[in-house]
């Protein structure tokens, strides 16, 4: 029982970390104020997506056709994020110098496919005429996520409330409570954090509620993605595994 214990706080404190511990370096490339890449690699449905922006800010801007300098910046958000994939600036106070490069890294399991246009947005601290003054802007990149393929082509995610229980599981089976509106073939995948189908399973559903279990002691303590796809839609989330 303590061997368990052990083995959920060590888990729970992997995701955690995961979240807290992601870094970037700033691209030193960058040397004019700005944004790069304007176009982040593509990520895929079920994939650790794991990649940085770098901006630069300037040393002065216009503010009613008048130039004055720029005392300090700060970051206020990264919107337009797809569900499963969070961020972390370089710097915790995501304070910047004017003329200093920063970066933020993207991190995360991609659960929904399309186009997204990311906004940094961030505030300017100015003087005019010894006055302060905050003017906000943005800079925007684009993200493709794609459905990974090799998983399963699906559509739509289901708009009704799938539940997995117990989670975190101790032991070796787990519960899928699955609502659904139709009589159809349903496929359910597992997936670790490199994106390694390591189950696989074929569901009837029905118009109604089905209740599935599924044993998992062929697996290792972990987190995983479960994904079920059927041609009226999808739905995925986070499952921690613990022997």
Do not use: H
């Not at 982040?40 to 650790?48: C, E, R, S, T, V």
């Not at 997506?49 to 770098?54: L, V």
């Not at 009704?160 to 101790?170: A, D, F």
Request: proline share 5%.
């Amino acid at each position: 029982m303590m061997k368990k214990a052990f083995l959920l706080l060590f888990c729970l404190f992997g995701i955690y970390s995961l979240a807290t511990a992601q870094t970037c370096t700033p691209d030193p490339s960058l040397t004019s104020p700005g944004i790069k890449p304007a176009d982040l690699p593509d990520g895929f449905i079920g994939k650790q997506y794991n990649e940085s922006i770098t901006f630069r800010f300037p040393k002065d801007t216009s503010l009613n056709g008048i130039t004055v300098n720029v005392d300090s910046v700060r970051v206020d958000s990264v919107a337009n994020l797809t569900k499963g994939i969070s961020y972390a600036l370089n710097k915790k106070s995501a304070m910047y110098k004017p003329g200093e490069n920063g970066c933020v890294q993207m991190f995360g399991l991609p659960t929904v496919a399309g186009n997204y246009s990311i906004k940094v947005w961030v505030t300017g601290f100015v003087k005019v005429f010894g006055s302060p003054v905050k003017q906000a802007y943005s800079n925007s990149v684009n993200l493709i996520i794609k459905q990974n393929t090799a998983i399963f082509d699906a559509q739509n995610v289901y708009n009704q409330s799938l539940t997995v229980y117990p989670n975190p599981i101790i032991g070796g089976l787990f519960n899928f409570r699955i609502p659904n509106s139709y009589d159809e073939m349903a496929k359910l995948n597992l997936v670790d954090l490199q994106g390694k189908i390591v189950e696989t399973r074929l569901i009837k559903l029905s118009n109604g509620i089905l209740t599935y279990q599924l044993n998992v002691n062929n697996l290792q303590s972990g987190t995983y993605l479960y994904q079920l796809f059927s041609k009226s839609g999808q739905y995925s989330g986070k499952l921690i595994v613990i022997q």
